[in-house]
Every structure is written in C-alpha cells, then in structure tokens.
C-alpha cells in the first residue's frame, strides 16, 4: 500500500504539494522501516535455529534508530505543514516552498542519524553473554541490554535520553502545532467551516496518537529497561501494524488520494485488457467508413472508391473536363 500511495503521488500532478510530499516520505520511510525488521522475524518463523549475529544485531538495531526517530521528526514536520495550511491559508504556499520541505525532511533524517550513531555503539559497547537469549523479534534497546553482562542505571539513562529526544521534543512540537490549529479553529463562525479545517488534520493526527501511544508506553514510561511480552505485543503493532494501518488512514480520509488510486487502477485495467487482446492474437479492428462520412472525402462519379485528399479531387476534375 505504502508503494502504491508512492506511485500515485509521483505520477498524479494534482497531489505535487507540500502535504503529499511529506506523506510520500512518510510512505518511503515506514516501507524501510518494515523491511528492517519483517524479513528477519519471517526467516525465524520457519527457521529450526533462530539466531542472529552480533553485527547484524547492531545493524538492525542501527536502521531501527534511524528510521524511527526519523519518523517521529517527519510526523512534527507535517504538524509544522498542517499548522501552516490552517492558520496561513492565503500564504501557504509562499511559507511551505520545495526548499523549506527539503530542509524539513534532510532535518528529521538528521536527527534520526544522530539518535542511531550515538545510542547504537553505546548500547554495543558493553560485553554480551553468547549463552542467554534475546526475548524479542527484533534487536531493540532494552532487550539487548539486559543480554549484558553488566547491568547498571546506564542502561536506563540511554533508553530514558532516547525517549525525551526521540519522542518528546516532536511531541512538543506536535502540540504547539496543534494549539495553534485548535485556537485558529475555534474563531471560525460557522461550524461547516470548523468541521472542514479540522478535517484536513484528522488523518495526521490519527496517525499521530497511533504512534506515541505504543512508543511512549515503551520508551517513557517508568522501569522502561524491563522487558515482558506485553512490550512485545506493543512492538508488534507500532513497528508491522502501524506502517500497514497508516496508508489506509490517510486513504480513507483523502478524496484526493482516493480519486487518484481510482484513477491509476482505471487506467492499469484498461492497459490490461488491451494487452491481453493483443496477447491472444485478436485481429486490429479496421475502421470502415461511407464515401462522404469524412469531412476530406468526397464520392465521384468517376471513381468507385472515394478519394480523401486535395491532390485526389484535382485529378478527378481534370479528367471530368478534359484538360
């Protein structure tokens, strides 16, 4: 779904605005985030010795960084995006220029990179018990830590420092964006209006509350370097269920978006059926037309074929008279 959203925006000229340029990098993003993670706990599934190296432990862990403070970054941008859409409408366009959305999207790639090349080599620095087993599907935090040999308030203050950095600083962000929209909203006279702004922001912060929800009731909360099934459970849903459930929230809640999947599906079936008709050896259709159905035919009496061109009539002419 998340490729699909990504093609259509590519190609649909309509939807070239800031608002899907970040939805497009959203999809991208939670695409990577999933291959990070989805084909390694498949392998596992049907595997009889489920194990993973040390380096790709740190790599997987690495991109998972990466990727996620990325996206928290990303979901304050398009905050940022929303905020501008509603209290600046007439200036919209001048604020949230191509630079301005580059710059936003370079800034959260940034920060997801400084999360990933600070935590991972602190994490991985400490010596590991080859015998003990890590209780999780993938390589996250608190899970590898307690593989450590040593196991102090360190361990806690990596997971707590990702947390207010990762997490609470676009969670600020986030609701200054929406205090703002919310106070923007609420002077607007008539309710058709107030129900149409606050539309335009439904599907992002739906997103919004899916994703601090599960990360903040695993990264904020106290104890948070004890790992249970129930962490797992909440892994499962914000790192295969979310990428899934985020395309389909903004589809569901687009026209726009909608109107251009309906448009690329009516198109990929009638190319469909044209190739399938040359596939199978059908004849071309030949067109037959009337002598005189076509604005440049004209019917002769000299001829029992119709003639269509200027040259053709001339020749008629000359032979009718003589000349």
């Not at 099934?229 to 979310?242: E, F, K, M, N, P």
Request: hydrophobic residues 50%; contains cysteine.
């Amino acid at each position: 779904m998340n490729t699909a959203i990504m093609t259509v925006i590519r190609v649909e000229r309509s939807l070239h605005t800031p608002m899907y340029f970040f939805l497009c990098v959203l999809s991208f993003s939670e695409t990577c985030y999933t291959l990070v993670i989805v084909p390694k706990m498949l392998v596992d599934l049907v595997a009889e010795r489920k194990a993973i190296s040390f380096l790709g432990c740190a790599v997987q862990m690495y991109f998972f960084l990466l990727l996620g403070c990325s996206h928290s970054f990303l979901l304050a941008a398009m905050g940022y995006d929303r905020c501008v859409a509603v209290c600046r409408p007439l200036a919209y366009s001048s604020i949230m220029t191509r630079r301005l959305c580059a710059q936003l999207v370079a800034a959260s790639a940034l920060s997801g990179l400084l999360v990933a090349q600070l935590v991972t080599p602190l994490v991985f620095c400490s010596p590991f018990q080859a015998s003990r087993q890590l209780e999780h599907f993938f390589c996250d935090i608190s899970p590898v830590l307690r593989v450590a040999f040593r196991q102090n308030d360190a361990g806690e203050a990596v997971i707590v420092a990702l947390g207010v950095f990762a997490l609470m600083v676009p969670l600020t962000l986030l609701l200054a964006s929406y205090l703002f929209i919310v106070a923007d909203v609420l002077r607007i006279p008539s309710a058709a209006g107030r129900h149409k702004a606050f539309s335009t922001c439904s599907a992002h912060l739906a997103v919004v509350l899916v994703h601090y929800a599960c990360a903040s009731l695993i990264y904020l909360r106290p104890g948070s370097s004890s790992w249970s099934g129930q962490d797992a459970l909440l892994s499962v849903t914000y790192t295969i269920l979310t990428p899934l459930l985020n395309p389909m929230i903004y589809t569901l809640r687009n026209k726009d978006v909608k109107a251009a999947l309906r448009k690329a599906i009516g198109k990929h079936k009638f190319l469909q059926n044209v190739f399938q008709e040359r596939g199978q050896g059908e004849p071309r259709p030949q067109w037959v037309f009337p002598a005189g159905s076509l604005p440049f035919q004209k019917a002769s009496p000299l001829f029992h074929e119709p003639f269509s061109s200027q040259q053709s009539f001339s020749k008629a002419m000359t032979a009718k008279h003589g000349c």
